[in-house]
Structures are given as C-alpha cells and as structure tokens.
C-alpha cells in the first residue's frame, strides 16, 4: 500500500501515547501510596495488620489485575454483536462484497468479514485487534444514503484503520481510562466516607478526565490518518468529501441512544449525534431563590461547553475541517 502518515500527525500520536503513559504511571504510583498511607485503615478492611510496603504492593496489584480483568473484556466487546449485525456474503450484497474485496486488495490486507446491521442511521466501523481478525461493519442506513463510489470511500477509509491498527490502539488507550472511572464509580456508590476512598475517587476521576482529552486527541488524528489513507488507496478525495457530507446530514436524522453503541462511537466513520436538546423547564409555582441567576449560568456552562469541552473532548475532527482537508487534497492532486 502506497501511502503513509503525515509526520505532524505521527509525531502527536507519540506525544499523546507518551502522555498518556506518563499520566497512568503517576495515576498507579499515586494510588499505591494512597493505599500505603492509609495502611492503618486497610488493614481493619482485610482483618490484617498491614505494613506501608505491603499497602503499596496491593494497591500495585489490584491496578495489574484491574487492568488485565479490562483488557479480557476489550478483547470480548464486538461491534457485530452490538448493533445486531449479521455477516453477510456476496450474493446479499454483491457491491459492498465488491468493494471491500477491491480496497483490501489494493491496501495488501486480508479481505475482513463483512456484516450489515438493520439500522437506519449510516455508520460504518471496523473491530479486531488485527488484520487477520478484522470485521466491517455498516448499516442499511450508510447503504442506502451512498452512491458506488461513496460507499467504496467508505470501505477505503475503514481499511485504512485496519492498516493502521486503530482498533488495537484505541482499545489498549481506553483500558486504564475505564478501570479508572470504573473505580471512581464503585467509591462513589460505596457509601464510604474516609478519606483514603475520597482521595483516590478523587484522583481517579481527574485522571480520567486528563486521559479523557489525550485519547480523544488520538482519536482525531487517527481519523485524519485515515482520511487520507483512503484517498491514497482510491487516488481520489472527492469521493470520501463527498460521502462525509452524505453521512453528516444522515446522521444528524436518527441519533444513537444505546450506551453501548455510543461506546462504539469512536471506531465510525462519523460520529453518533448527540441528539436534539430537551424541552425548555416552565414552573407555575413560586420560584425558588436566586432563580433569576438560573438561565446566566446556564448558558455561560453551554457556551464553555460548545466552546472547550466538546471540541477536547470529540472523538472525531468537525466533518466541514474533514471535508475541507479533502478538498484541498484534491486540488493538490489535480495540479500535479
């Protein structure tokens, strides 16, 4: 396969690996010590006397064990399975079969298992923590909304995260950010108050909104990677600008409410909408105090919000800077 990489954006996703690592070492070393200064009160936990040392080793413990006990469900979680999507051969979809079989040809990867999900929203979504293993799948909704050529970009840009070992990458950056929040969350519901629980609750929940930011960072330049992946594959950016623009006015027609596909979110072409806002809170009733100050503060938080938060936080660049790269690609290509 005849593409590689843009520097700037191999370059940022060591940075980013590199942080992230940085960011989980700090976070399992500061849990430890936790665990070691509180070994007085770890110990009435167990019904045994511990010392600092011995603390520190089972907070290191638990982290190892937390993180391989994540690491056998990542390898379990399945598009196909989640979005009820059935494999499905040539004869059912003779096109789709066609151009996946073309573009794993032209990328040198073995030809992935195909499946369909009846859904109406267009998405499209490679798994697998390898080629070998690899699945595609895409909805009714994306084969229904793409011409040939369209769908065909697509599958390129699909492939070219097969090539690229996204799957694998994003799924070994999420395990740390899950076993974090997924302590924080125990702790939270725990009922305890002690301080040992409110520090690492505490820390946990900071480490993942740090780690948050870094993999959603990741995240964007992979999909940049992608996109241009693709275009090398069909030697056209036109087609993938063109398909972008299909499935971004699509998508924004039937959002996502499942937790577990939104989960999924980051490994599509396009991301889930977040749907429209909620019906505007009427009180008849007194108000209670302060109300006036209610509808400032909420809209600074949704400004700060649109503004910061969503755009550090997106698993995807904005589809128009998508398009425009693409555009601009392609008016590269037509003046060599």
Known sequence: M???????????????????ALATLVFGVGLAFVLAWGATWLAGVVGHPLSPLAAFGLGALATVVGGVVLVYRALQR???????????GPDAYPTLHAAVTRMAQAADLPTPSIH??????????T?????????LVVSTGLLDALDERELEAVVAHELAHVKNRDATVMTLVELPLSSARGLAKGLQHSGGVHFVLLAVAAASYAFWGVGRTLVASLSRSRELAADRGATALLGDAAPLAS????LAADGRTTPETDA????LAALSVVPADRGEP???LTYEKRRPILWGLRLPVRRARRAVNVRYVRPALATHPATADRVDRLRALEREQLTR
């Not at 598009?79 to 499905?88: I, M, P, Q, S």
């Not at 398909?243 to 299909?246: M, R, S």
């Open 278 to 280: 909620g019906p505007k």
């Open 78 to 88: 399945d598009a196909a399975e989640t979005f009820d999507a059935e494999a499905v």
């Open 2 to 20: 005849n593409w590689s990489l843009d520097r700037d954006l191999r370059r940022w996703m060591v940075l980013t690996l590199l942080a992230l």
């Open 260 to 263: 577990r596909e939104n989960a």
């Open 243 to 246: 398909a972008l623009d299909t």
């Open 127 to 135: 798994t697998g923590l390898s080629t070998a293993d690899a699945r």
């Open 116 to 125: 369909v999900a009846d859904r109406e929203r267009p998405f499209a979504m």
